[in-house]
């Protein structure tokens, strides 16, 4: 028997001489110099978690405490505290629509977005993108180019434009609850009114067949694993294999493919769960 | 310093504090894992330990709404956050040109502050040596584990957290680094 392990068991501590030499000095990192606190850390811990308030246009003023902006001063103290702020816009919106407030998601956007426009460019990009997803587009009272914030009245002019009725309306109505407050009548309370009117029945709306053509190789998308074209979450079997066939690294039949139901479109961007389809005109299958 | 303690009890509220965006509530959470963190990045070699030791602390209170459990999970979190950019950190500087300085000031982080007794400095800094050099010939699962467990304190279960593994795995590895250890100074011995 292996002499060493019997004597030691295994997660104690060391009971050596070495190893126990060893640890004395590993735990003299422990008394090293004290960290020195950054601006940002120390505002943290002075003032704690900034909360956001914006004014949108005429509406009322929506005060945004779950997600971590900057606090609103006027435009130059946005700017300021607002840069490399990274907004997890993504699941605000999530959370939202899952707790069944619909119109509350849009509100939170055009909140966010009215901050938006003086974060990084990257930042700007993942909200038009999010905003994009449930079918609305952001910015000013005239146009669909950027919100505005003017330093003198403290407040966002923020525009709230449908993308798409028919896609818009298929998405939001799909997250409200039943009995919710119409989402249109929402935004358009709270923004310019542009997209009053624009939620179509959704009667109304185009239907077509799912994606589920098989590739050239005969294998759905289904099948691969990917996701639907927009979505995230490729990476199952490649075109023209099955998952049933042998990889050229020997993977065995039946393994190496995103398995079924999975990789899709995260939920709650586009409203397409895992795994599903989209039939034409943005109607989950 | 000494970590503070936290109860479960007085975390829950300290936690629900931090989540509504209350200052005195971060400075708890500061003081549990800053100290930590600081030493366990600094024993890892991070050319800035600070820096790395404030992103960490700044990453997890700006998310600390998406956070629940208890206090032990926290400091797994925490840590979790502080291993992931210390990869980053890594990676980013293997892509970067490598550059040396001329002076001792900027070399890999000593374990105590010099200036005082010559005598208490030469000592520590064989010490340095040493742990470094027996660092060095670990692998870096038995480093992390070793690091995780007497640097930064965590337990068995807390560095399974952190590390993605289970608690076996994680005491073979303690065990298996304590042996390279035993090892290595016994043929330092017979070859000095």
Redesign the interface.
Known sequence: MDRERSSHDPGDQPDDLAGAAFVAELARFRIGPPLRISDELASFLDEGRPVATVAVDDGPVIDLPVIDLPVIGDAETISDQAEGVVVPFRRTVRRRTRAGVASAAVMASVAVLGVAQVLPAAAQSMFSHAASAIGIEIGDSDSTTTPTVDAGSNRADVGVHAKDPSRRAGRIADAAPAGAPDPSAQVGAASTGSVEGAVADRADLPTGDPVTEPDAAGATDSENGNGDANGVGNGGTPPGQREDTIAPDGTPPGHGGVPPGHGGTPPGLDGTPPGQTKKAGGVVS | ?ATPILCDEEFVVVLGA?Q????W???RL?HLV???I???V??QGSPDP??L??ET??RA??????FSGDVDGFRAWTFTIARCRLIDERRSRARRPRTESLTDDAGV?????RGGDVEVEAFASF?DD??RD?LDALAPDQRDV??LR??A?LS?DQTASVLGKT?GA???L??RG??T??R???VETVSS
């Open positions: 310093m931090a509504d965006g209350k200052s509530a971060f400075e500061f800053a100290q930590p600081l030493s366990y600094r024993a600070d820096a030791t404030n602390l700044l209170f700006r998310a600390i709404a998406s982080a000593r374990l105590v502050p010490g040493w742990v027996t070793l690091l007497f640097v304190d068995i608690p994680v005491k073979a303690q065990h304590i042996a250890i035993r290595t100074s016994a």
